[in-house]
Structures are given as structure tokens and as C-alpha cells.
């Protein structure tokens, strides 16, 4: 029955010496088989897309390996009770790993939920304040912008300050802005998936009770950071540290238990916090899947050790640019530009189709820029290989050759 | 290298003539790799869990095929962009394999969301209503009164009909109770997941301007149904169709579009329905298991051939429990018993630990009742395997021999 051989090769494979697997390859090809040694490595694309992301290799051939029955369990997680022993299993150690990375203080909590950062522009207000709490939003890109025209609706928001009219390409200086001393929070986004603009330090809140409040979805886990700084770090997961849905939240645990009113169930952090994640049944395989993708960057050394090969990565790429006499352009101040998101034009603007389409031929794909900016965008999140950079770069300077 | 292997294998193992799995099998044993034939078969569970619940094992073989490289395209459906080409033809034709298995009308919208049907208990009113709005609730369990409680939050929420005082084992005739002329909806949910309660026919809104809305979550695509009769059905996937993490809305488009002020933009129908699902990343994996689970229902002969299955496999459990001499007992009115969700006790209350401990020993899992209400539960959904049932009536039976 090919469906049960099927799993059974993939249970023992990823733990298969090479040799082993090299003559199952001989031994295969007889029975006309296709041979996959070159075909896969060959077959998957250097992925720069900004989320979805690429995901490790590694973590998708243990997915796979597991996807039909998962550890001898009977069944796919995708099948599992969200009750039962073998998923709390999963979501308690996604959970411990995920606070071993990122070092959370005890006094913090950790939420597994749904509906993308977006749900959570509503959520914030909605639990952190009353309707007439005056806070403050930085803006350096589009979703700062977007999760500041969400807590209209919710509580007195301020723009503090706004790169719009320098296209996004800017952070503050913290002393640049003027800070409400009663703000509930101050919210930014740390990393603007759009523009390519970073956060590299954090501005503290003027008012002693407010806390600082941040949107990591597409930086999170890419570096190490200071939790306790932060009153709420919430992500996406579907950049840096799994699929699309399944929202992260780092909450500390006084600012829990406020809600207003309105506020629907599934958006009251304290129905959350009080099931643990599981007030609701969660998004299990996505949860699954960070679990995983936490394990290998534990496996990695930890973020720090993560940080480094994002700074390589970005590094060889601005390089890249910023020695390429004009012929690409990165707009983004150089202090405060994205390890994880790189836009870029040309000098003349006519090639970039050229440019998208060829790179694809090469197997580079998602390169063109969000609708909204143009150009081009590399997104080189934590499981973007070095050599995919590199093949990117190589690239450029021979596409420069050509057109110069 | 194992990985690309690995992959290979997969990609072409499922087209394989089962000769030559049989001829693989052999090669592969003296390589010591373990063979297959027999163990996955039989180390899968059967698996009675009311959701997440079983699926198709063609689909789980399917998505684990393709996992790593979905058709060639070089990377899994999870790393895809939800903008790329990729996944548009993978929603887009979920939703119309979808909409050919219920025969939805063009004037309906499919939406793909997250969040759950509780999500969906704030946004029906949210949407739906003013806060000021009558709407009628009938209450046959769990479910339904959840949806009841959130609705209080935005409108002006009646329960015309409760079957609590009768622990959720009825369904009201329908001139059995008292709806609002003025009601903007009667909500009902069509089968309650933790009592086995199921609608077998619906009631007419008597408000000829209000409409019929119905969590579907359970029993979705378990049958057909004549969507025109409603005004909005929704669903959460994992129980028949999918995943955690999706929630199907169908819902008539002129009720689009009057949402009150304080919904959360990711609760506003006409964000998603202007966006195709697409205004922030949706849960794009699990709606492409969804996908292929709709195609699966399709290939079986649509929903009247899947409801035949449905109803065979509850008769032969509903029996064995009827033709047990009291020794199992169901509690709910036999003309409203669940096709999908089959809750029962036993006479001697004091032997159900051991049926349930003894069925798991036989691979049968997930036999125990919701916590609210003790006993067992079989949900018995569309991938249940009629075997499956089979089986656990043969071990009720040797079961009941023992003990009396």
C-alpha cells in the first residue's frame, strides 16, 4: 500500500546516514523511480517574499516527515484534540522554548491567537484603555499608520510623529517628538515590512505607568531583545518564525483584565491568558510549526547567534547596493534600515521589469516591491540562506555589467 | 542528501503502482529501513475527537506529498505568497469547488476567516445590527448559548427557545416557539457539537425582512443544504473540512456593509468581502487543506453521496446503542440525534472509565464525553471511516457481554 510506505520512508529518512540514503537513490532508480538527489535542491526557489516566508528546510522536512502521524501518535497534528496530551505537549513547549529565545520575565504572558497584527490594532486599544485615554503613535511606515486609524475607534490616539513626508524612510531621534505624559502607551512598529525601516533602540514612555507597546511581526525572533522593556511585543508569525495564522503576544501580565465592554470575546486578552491560548480551539498546526521553527533557532544558538547571519546577509546586500555607483538605490536612511526587509530601485527605473523577470528565471522570485513603494524588495528573514543572498547579489553586479 | 530524497520520494510515491511500492519495500529492507506495508495502517488511531478531528487520509497524503514543494512550484504552500499566483489558484479554487458541493447562489460571498465561530458570535450582531436591534436565539446547547451571551454585547439579543432545562436533548417544533415580527435574525446552531443535537429541517424567519443564520461548524458539508434559506452560515473548519484556524463564512451580500462603528476592521465583512480574504494574510495552509478536502467531498460524488455515508454510519452506532437493552443510552430525541457527534452513557455509570481506557488499548481515542456533560461522545464526521464505526460497535458489543 504506497500510502503506508509512504509515511514510513519519511519517519526514518531525515535520520538516514547519507550513505544510506545515497543507495536507497541506486537502489530506487531500477524502478524508474525519478532520482531526486539534484532534482529538489534544484527545484526550490530562493523565496524573498515578505510573508509567507520562506521557512527552514529543515523544519519543513520534519513537517513533512510528521504531517502523517506525528511521533507514533496515530495521527496528524492537524487531527489532534487541542485538549488532549500530545498537542498541549506541543503548544507548552513551543511556549518554553519560545520564552527560553527571547528571555521572557516570568511576569509576562505569552498568547497564542488568530487573526494577523491587524486584529490586534483593535485589541490593544480596546484592552489596554478606556475610550477617552489619550496615546501615542510613531509612524515610520504603513502598519504604524494602520494600527493608529484602528485605535481611533477605541480610545484618543496621537501621531507623535510620522515619516510620511520623507516616504518612510526615517526613525525618529527619541528626543525628535513630543510625548503625551498621560499616554496609556506608545506604540511603534519595529520594523516596517513595507519600507525596510528599523527600529535599532527603543524610546522609553514619558509617562511612568504607560508602556511601550511594539509590533514585531517581521522582525521577530530575527534578534535578541529586551522583553522587559516592552509592556506588549505582538507578531504575526508568518516572517520570521512560522505560517500565516498564528499571532504571538507578549503581554505582561498587569495590563490584563481591563477590557472594555465592547471588546468581542476572542479579542479580550484575559479569556486568553486565563485558557492558555486555548479558550477557543487555536490554529494547532501553525502553533505546530512555530514550535518547530523555535526548536531550530534554539538548535542554532539562539538569537544572538541568529542576529550575526542576519547582519552578514544584510550586509553583503546593502554593500550590494551602496557600491554600485548609483545603478540601485536603497531610499532608507542608512542608521535605521531593515536586516530583515531591503528595498531598492534602479537607476533607471525601465529595467526593473527586466531585472524581476530575470532574476525569477533564476529562481529568485518575490522580488518585486509592495504596491504601494514600486521597485524592488528582498526579504531576507532568518531562514533566507546566506547563499541566497549571495546568488542575489551575484546577480545585480552581473545584471550592472550588462546594462552599464 | 536526505532531504532532497526524501522529497523525491514523496512527490512520486502516491502515483506509484502498488507493484512498484511493493518492489521498493523489498530493495529498501536490507538498508534496514523499517518496512512500511503493515505499521502505518495499523498505528493510526481511529479518532472519535469532536475537532480538530480526523481527515481524509488521501488529503493528509496529499498535503504531506506536497509539503515541501507544492507542485513544483519550489516552495510549500506555507512559505507562498498570499498575493502570488500560487495561492490565488489554491483559495480560488477552494472557494469554487466549494461553491459547486453546496450549489451556493452568486448572490452569496465565501469568505475565509480566522478566529473561530466564536469570532463570528460578535461579528453576526456587529454586523448585522444596531445596538438597539432585536434578534431571536433558539438555544439547543453549548453553542448556541455562547453565540446568545457575545450577541448581548451589540444588539438586543432574545433567547425565544432554551432546551437546558432538558439538558439539550430537544429541538423546538417550529410553532413552539414565540419569534420577534422585528427580529434582524433568528440565530440557531444547526448541530451542538458537545450534546449531539442536530436541526433536521430549519424554521422560517417570521420578520419577512430578517434572516436565518446558522453555525454550521459540525455538521458543514455533512449533507446538503439549501443555502438560499439563509441568511448567513458560518463555520469553523476543523471539525469536517479542515484545520483549526479557518472559519467559512457564507453569507447573502446586500447583509454586507452596515457594520457598526466599533467593529474591529478584521470583524467587518465588507473588508473581507471587498479583499477576496485577502485584506491581511489569511490562514493560507489550512485553507489549502480545506481545499482539498472540498475536492475530496466532490470526488466522492458531492454531498448527497457523503450524506448517505453519514447517515449509515450513524445508524449502525445509533442502533447498537438502542438495541443494547439500556446497557448504552443516548439521550437526545431520536429525531433530532446528531449524524455527526454521538453522545452516550452507560447504564453503570461506574464501568465508563474502563470502555473508555479499553477502546483506547484497540486504537479507539478521543471516546470521552465533553467535560460539561461526562460519558462519551463519538463524533463520527465525514472522515470517519465506516470501519471505523464498525469497529467500535463490535467493541461495544463484546464490551456489553463482558459486563452483564
Not at 500500500?1 to 531500477?30: D, V
Not at 486599544?125 to 486609524?149: I, Q, R
Not at 542608521?335 to 526593473?352: G, H, Q
Request: aromatic residues 8%.
Amino acid at each position: 500500500m504506497s500510502a503506508s510506505t509512504n509515511s514510513l520512508l519519511l519517519g526514518n529518512q531525515t535520520h538516514l546516514p547519507s550513505l544510506k540514503s545515497q543507495s536507497l537513490l541506486r537502489l530506487t532508480k531500477p524502478l524508474s523511480i525519478r532520482c531526486a538527489a539534484s532534482s529538489t535542491t534544484t527545484e526550490r526557489v530562493i523565496n524573498f517574499a515578505a510573508g509567507p516566508a520562506a521557512l527552514p528546510e529543515n523544519v519543513l522536512l520534519k513537517a513533512q516527515s510528521d504531517l502523517y502521524n506525528w511521533r507514533g501518535s496515530g495521527m496528524s497534528v492537524m487531527e489532534m484534540s487541542h485538549r488532549g496530551k500530545e498537542f498541549l505537549s506541543i503548544i507548552q513547549k513551543a511556549e518554553s522554548d519560545l520564552r527560553l529565545l527571547l528571555h521572557i520575565p516570568p511576569d509576562y504572558s505569552v498568547l497564542f491567537l488568530q487573526g494577523g497584527a491587524t486584529t490586534q490594532f483593535a485589541a490593544l486599544p480596546l484592552n489596554l484603555c478606556n475610550p477617552e485615554d489619550p496615546v501615542d503613535y510613531v509612524v515610520t511606515g504603513s502598519w504604524g499608520d494602520k494600527a493608529f486609524k484602528e485605535a481611533q475607534k477605541y480610545c484618543n490616539p496621537k501621531v507623535v510623529w510620522s515619516g510620511k513626508a520623507e516616504k518612510y524612510t526615517k526613525v525618529p531621534s527619541f528626543d525628535g517628538f513630543e510625548q503625551n505624559p498621560h499616554a496609556k502607551y506608545l506604540h511603534l512598529c519595529a520594523n516596517e515590512t513595507i519600507h525596510g525601516v528599523e527600529f535599532k533602540d527603543y524610546p522609553v514612555p514619558k509617562n511612568p505607568n504607560g508602556v511601550l507597546i511594539a509590533d514585531m511581526s517581521s522582525n521577530f525572533c530575527s534578534k535578541p531583545v529586551d522583553v522587559s522593556k516592552f509592556g506588549v511585543i505582538y507578531a504575526g508569525a508568518q516572517k520570521n518564525v512560522g505560517p500565516s495564522g498564528v499571532t504571538i503576544v507578549i503581554i505582561r501580565k498587569d495590563l490584563i483584565g481591563n477590557a472594555q465592554d465592547v471588546t468581542p470575546v476572542m479579542l479580550d486578552y484575559k479569556i486568553h491568558d486565563e485558557n492558555s491560548s486555548l479558550y477557543n480551539t487555536p490554529p494547532c498546526f501553525g502553533i505546530y510549526m512555530c514550535g518547530l521553527v523555535f526548536d531550530d533557532l534554539l538548535a542554532q544558538g539562539g538569537l544572538k547567534e541568529v542576529e550575526k547571519k542576519n547582519q552578514r546577509k544584510a550586509k553583503i546586500l546593502y554593500d550590494a547596493i551602496d557600491e554600485s555607483r548609483g545603478f540601485f538605490r536603497c531610499p532608507v536612511e542608512k542608521s535605521v534600515r531593515s536586516l530583515m526587509n531591503v528595498p531598492f530601485t534602479l537607476e533607471k527605473a525601465e529595467l526593473e521589469g527586466e531585472f524581476i523577470k530575470e532574476a525569477a528565471k533564476e529562481k529568485m522570485v518575490q522580488l518585486k516591491g509592495h504596491r504601494s513603494v514600486g521597485g524592488m524588495r528582498a526579504s531576507i528573514y532568518n531562514a533566507m540562506p546566506l547563499a541566497g543572498v549571495e546568488k542575489l547579489v551575484a546577480f545585480m553586479k552581473e545584471f550592472q555589467a550588462r546594462h552599464t
